[in-house]
């Protein structure tokens, strides 16, 4: 018998791609998932797979599943800023009672569980570049507050577990992460820029792009998160490439990847908005003996071509 793991958010970019590492490593997979972001056509090609089931469920709600779990992932949860400010009750669900539901379940089957936490839980950082001892700069009431406040709520109960009922969890804080499978429509900088290229638009960068994020190719994010699913380590542990790039740079390299014409246009500022991220991942260095190893003009080939791709296939309706 393989061991099984249930993946919640399976559907989702990070989620399918987390389930083709764990199926190419013996496991089986349940993904559990309410399609309110993610799609099937992330998991279309685990159809027919007798190591792969996928239920169409809303992890708010009780979590109930027949036999042994080895380990739990909760990865459901609105992850854009565009979704979680469309959803913004859903995405405070999801984060506080699907995170209870599924560490219940965890309990009840002895399981390991980790949750797919964030760099947001760093807010608005006073603190540069953001160790996991950061406690973060978070305003709980702006705009981003639903989505902030629901994964550091998901980190204390995950912890209230762990201290209390003896669950082995883990945690991780995902800083930006891009690849194939992102929604063509996701609204975050890499998806707008690549749309935008690919279609002949002005690429829009917020502000004068001078603010900083860091970007991880989604493979290295995963091996990450396997090896980290795999530890003994129950703190939480940054993972995400600590090369910093400006916005303005990112689209520039975007621009000249695709050989569009597009000319870069500049818009306001959305309300707080990070002015810097960056990682500190000296944690899953030191304990996980991991670091990226992509080249990120590497990686943005690799999904543009994805991005070139499917806008093909929308363009003859399939
Ligand atoms: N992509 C990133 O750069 C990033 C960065 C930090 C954290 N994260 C976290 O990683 C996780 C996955 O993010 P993603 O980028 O793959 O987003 P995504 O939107 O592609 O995937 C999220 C999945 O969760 C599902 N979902 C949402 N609410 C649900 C519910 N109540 N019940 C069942 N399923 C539900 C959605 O339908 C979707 O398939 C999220 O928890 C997100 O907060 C992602």
Not at 48 to 72: C, T
Request: hydrophobic residues 40%; glycine residues 8%.
């Amino acid at each position: 018998m393989k061991q099984r793991v249930l993946v919640t958010g399976g559907a989702g970019f990070l989620g399918s791609h987390l389930t083709d590492r764990l199926l190419a490593e013996g496991f089986s997979v349940v993904c559990m998932d309410n399609l309110i972001t993610g799609s099937t056509d992330n998991i279309a090609h685990l159809a027919g797979n007798r190591d792969y089931q996928f239920i169409h469920h809303d992890v708010s709600e009780f979590i109930y599943l027949d036999g042994p779990v080895y380990a739990v992932v909760h990865f459901a949860s609105p992850a854009s800023p565009l979704d979680y400010h469309e959803l913004p009750i859903q995405t405070l669900k999801v984060g506080s009672l699907g995170t209870h539901k599924a560490l219940g379940f965890a309990k009840a089957k002895g399981a390991r569980f980790l949750i797919a936490s964030t760099s947001e839980v760093y807010g608005d950082p006073l603190v540069h570049p953001q160790p996991e001892s950061y406690w973060g700069n978070v305003n709980p009431v702006g705009p981003r507050g639903v989505y902030d406040e629901a994964k550091r709520f998901s980190e204390a109960m995950t912890m209230a577990y762990h201290r209390v009922h003896g669950v082995d969890t883990k945690i991780v804080r995902i800083f930006n992460t891009f690849g194939p499978r992102m929604r063509l429509n996701d609204g975050r900088a890499i998806p707008n820029f690549m749309m935008q290229s690919l279609t002949d638009k002005p690429i829009t960068v917020f502000g004068d792009g001078s603010q900083t994020r860091s970007f991880c190719f989604v493979s290295d994010l995963i091996d990450g998160i396997f090896r980290l699913l795999q530890s003994d380590l129950h703190d939480p542990v940054n993972i995400g490439n600590p090369l910093e790039w400006t916005l303005l740079q990112m689209a520039e390299a975007i621009r000249e990847i695709s050989g569009t014409g597009s000319q870069i246009v500049h818009k306001p500022l959305p309300v707080d908005d990070p002015k810097v991220r960056q990682p500190d991942i000296t944690r899953a260095k030191a304990e996980l003996g991991w670091e990226p190893r992509v080249d990120l003009n590497e990686g943005l080939r690799q999904t543009m071509e994805d991005f070139r791709r499917r806008i093909e296939l929308e363009k003859v309706g399939a």
